[in-house]
């Protein structure tokens, strides 16, 4: 592509590479400037004009940001018609981000030309919402450097798990001194959170805070539908042999990780039974607010795995912001109780 000031005689057949404004006429930027148009300019006393010509081999910025985008575009996201060297890409369903992060950071390696931005991977998302776009920067690219974009970024880098999971297990544990009415808002809570996956609360069991009690009603819930079963501990757990972790290996099944370098959000436990995940919830998950718990739950509703290496990964990123109802934890006033 040439690219440069020009007399308007020769940027006839080009494009205007900034608007111009003169005698009641305006050149908007991109444009092509036609013999008519090169005249009107030479009337108002224009004589040079910055403009970009394309050169054979040349793929204009917007059918190289269109097939950019449709390469990128997976399972569940559409890709908008492109409009000055921008395509957009949209969910079609509510669920989990999933991105292809070497292919996405790859492709933006390249050059300087072609550019895709995108949200945060794994964030829930809703339909219709705008998870990422193609920018190419100038007017047009060689084909050669848009098959490389193409090859790099491969096919479907971007994609939406959508939410499959509707019928969930609840256990909440109860000591003497805790209050009904807290289960019972804690329940409306999850309830809430819930309702951008279309899922509900199937179980709600109430059981003494001691493990032979929980293993019971895990065992129980094993067998049903639920998926996956969220336990509330009456008090947080402090350590893999408290009543949680021990009540989870007690019914036959396995605590895969305890602890979460995201705060609010650090007590929070994942496990499985019988091929269902478990969350152990922090007591933060008590709050609407959103914490590390949200993170853990939307991908489980999506059936997204959610291994330890998963869990530890979230550090970067996984300090969210104070919330004035909860002490900072570098004050040194947390309870244990609410991470």
Known sequence: MKFGLVSVEEAVGALAAHSVRAGGLVVRKGSLVSPEVASHLKRAGIEQIIAARLEPGDIGEDEAAWRLAKALAGENVLVERPFTGRSNLYATTSGVLLIDLEAINGFNAIDEAMTVATLPAYKAVAAGEMIGTVKIIPYAVPEILLQDGLARAGAGALRIASY????????????????????????????????????????????????????????????????????????????????????????????????????????????????????????????????????????????????????????????????????????????????
């Open 164 to 339: 499959t999971r509707r019928h969930i297990g609840v256990i909440s544990t109860i000591l003497p001194g805790l209050k009904p009415s807290i289960i019972d808002k804690t329940i409306a809570v999850l309830a809430k959170r819930l309702e951008p996956a279309g899922a509900t609360v199937a179980w709600d069991r109430r059981v003494p805070h001691d493990a032979p009690a929980l293993a019971q009603e895990l065992a129980h819930q094993a067998t049903c539908d639920s998926y996956p079963i969220i336990v509330f501990g009456a008090s947080a757990i402090a350590d893999r042999c408290d009543a949680i972790p021990s009540a989870i290996e007690m019914a036959g099944g396995h605590v895969e990780h305890f602890g979460m370098p995201v705060d609010p959000g650090n007590l929070l436990l994942i496990g499985s039974i019988a091929g269902k995940p478990i969350i152990g919830a922090p007591g933060c998950a008590r709050s609407p607010r959103e914490n590390g718990f949200d993170w853990v739950l939307q991908r489980i509703l999506a059936d997204v795995p959610v291994t330890r290496a998963d869990i530890t990964s979230l550090g970067v990123g996984g300090l969210l912001m104070e919330i004035g109802t909860r002490p900072q934890p570098r004050a040194g006033g947390e309870s244990e109780d609410e991470e």
